[in-house]
């Protein structure tokens, strides 16, 4: 699609309700990321004053703007949820093999047709490269005919039992609202989407803050798998708008069954707090503070990649590790590699090649984990700093050089805020117990994982099988388990993201949205003998 369009061809999209644009009048407007970089105050002041109507789209110089989405009114978010609920009443009746198989056969098809200009959507949000093709191969592994044939398993099973025919099948919830988080809207609105796979209709919010690529990845790559599929109008609409009146009012609302939440755990809680008491069901992806375990016979080169991926978009994304607790005896090589390897991470703007780290907006939050951490005892290994787009070290810059801390003891760890708390900045914690008995320093591994706040994604490196063993079988928090593995890597049929704790709320567990948005349901069927009914009717 490109950057560089004229004022008067700027793309502009309206609400999309029962597979219409539906204009309001009223607009926000979507800046390139690289504009951003390079003025942030000339491309924020000239999209407040384009949303205040103070100046025309003819005033933007070239490449600032990407495109326009239209702010829902009340009226329309309104026909939204009506029109999602007349949808899957027709939707949830169409043969389980449309609405799965052939679904994701032909969103997987239409991600790959369009990979090039998703890729650009992304980095026009801000998405390194890297990270953006990453974050496309979840997608595959989510649509991979493995994933299909066990959501299938899951979705619908028949039984024989004497003269019954006994089925146990998932029945979709009914609508199902869709609130992205803003520093992931497109990849989070896409994952949602695929709860319509088991009979529901969709309603998306694209987040004020970045509504452009939601807006139009749905209508243009995601709306036309459904019309090739003969899907009713109203089961994908997309409305953008500011998420507390758009909260309230699907929480209000008399068609609404789930609502799928991504951000901060306090308003997440509240959120889910407030969907049980009117009676709808919260899915919540919340904080992740992800750990990585390196034990002593671990092969720590892989393993010190793994960690590395913590810094990956500058740890602002949720499922990659923002701890790690090494075996006493290989710490310190296993930090000399972190320390190496983080040494090649490099700023940039988001469409360069090679680019892995994002820019931090706020600065603070960092600076006084930082602060903790020191006045806890942890050692400042490398970083610390803030620093310009050309890794020039300077505290007034949009990026944080990746940072390494040291923390020796496991049993107070938790003490410092950066090792307690999901942290969302490139801050890694490298805690390294104190030396004990194998058999008892392992124990405190697995026990201080299970006793984690949250659980999102946890890994091990180690090639001991009982090792291994042990992990595995007494692990209990987490969505999802690596061992020997890139922590990040997304692979079929495994779920992409969910978890357990502060990660999921009280319902929380892995999160295949086809699953998570049904519910199990059982069926006993006995045919009439025929026989029988004849001489009934005689």
Not at 213 to 230: F, N, T
Not at 275 to 302: M, Q, S, T
């Amino acid at each position: 699609m490109g950057t560089n369009v004229e004022a008067h061809q700027l793309p502009s999209l309206g609400s999309f309700v029962r597979g219409k644009d539906v204009e309001s009048g009223s607009w926000v407007y979507a800046l390139s990321a690289r504009a951003v970089l390079d003025d942030s105050f000339a491309s924020l002041t000239l999209k407040r004053n384009l949303e205040a109507g103070r100046v025309s789209t003819a005033d933007a110089p070239p490449g600032v703007l990407v495109g326009r989405v239209s702010v829902a009114e009340k009226e329309t978010i309104e026909d939204a949820l009506a029109a999602a609920a007349e949808a899957t009443r027709i939707w949830r009746s169409v043969a389980l093999s449309v609405r799965l198989a052939d679904w994701n056969r032909l969103l997987r098809q239409a991600v790959r047709d369009n990979e090039d200009e998703l890729i650009e959507m992304l980095t026009l949000e801000g998405h390194p490269l890297e990270l953006a093709r990453w974050e496309l191969s979840g997608m595959y592994e989510l649509t991979r005919p493995e994933a299909t044939e066990f959501q299938r398993s899951q979705l619908w099973q028949e039984f024989a039992i004497g003269e019954r025919r006994n089925i146990v099948r998932r029945q979709p919830d009914g609508v199902v609202c869709v609130n992205p988080p803003a520093n992931a809207p497109l990849v989070s609105a896409l994952l949602g989407t695929t709860s319509i796979a088991g009979g529901n209709a969709v309603v998306v919010r694209a987040p004020r803050t970045a509504p452009f690529g939601v807006s139009y990845v749905l209508r243009k790559i995601v709306a036309p798998v459904l019309d090739e599929l003969g899907a009713p109008p109203g089961l994908l609409n997309v409305v953008c708008g500011h998420p507390g009146p758009m909260l309230d009012a699907w929480i209000e609302s008399e068609h609404v069954d789930d609502i799928m939440y991504f951000g901060d755990v306090a308003p997440g809680l509240k959120i889910e707090r407030r969907c049980v008491e009117a009676g709808k069901k919260p899915i919540l992806e919340l904080a992740g503070n992800d750990i990585v375990l390196v034990w002593r016979d671990a092969d720590l080169d892989r393993a010190a990649d793994a960690v590395v991926e913590g810094f990956y978009g500058s740890g602002q994304l949720c499922m990659v590790p923002n701890q790690a607790v090494v075996h006493p005896a290989v710490a310190d090589e296993l930090i000399a590699l972190v320390v190496a390897k983080t040494a090649a991470l490099k700023p940039g703007y988001p469409d360069e090649e090679g680019v892995l780290l994002s820019p931090v907006l706020r600065h603070d939050k960092f600076n006084r984990y930082l602060e903790d951490a020191f006045e806890k005892g942890a050692t400042l290994v490398t970083g610390g700093h803030g620093m310009q787009i050309d890794g020039t070290r300077d505290e007034a810059g949009f990026f944080l050089e990746p940072t390494v801390l040291r923390v020796d003891g496991l049993t107070r760890a938790r003490e410092l805020k950066a090792v307690r708390n999901e942290t969302f900045f490139p801050l890694m914690p490298i805690v390294v117990p104190h030396a004990a008995e194998d058999e008892a320093l392992f124990d405190s591994f697995v026990e201080f994982v299970n006793t984690s706040p949250y659980g999102l994604r946890n890994s091990l490196w180690a090639n001991d099988e009982s090792v291994i063993d042990r992990f595995v079988t007494q692990t209990v928090k987490g969505g999802l388990l690596k061992v020997n593995d890139s922590h990040i890597a997304f692979t079929a049929p495994l779920p992409s993201h969910g978890g357990t704790g502060l990660t999921g709320g009280a319902f929380g567990e892995a999160n295949y949205p086809v699953l998570r948005t049904t519910h199990v349901q059982g069926v006993s069927i006995i045919r009439p003998v025929k026989e029988e009914h004849d001489a009934h009717t005689r």
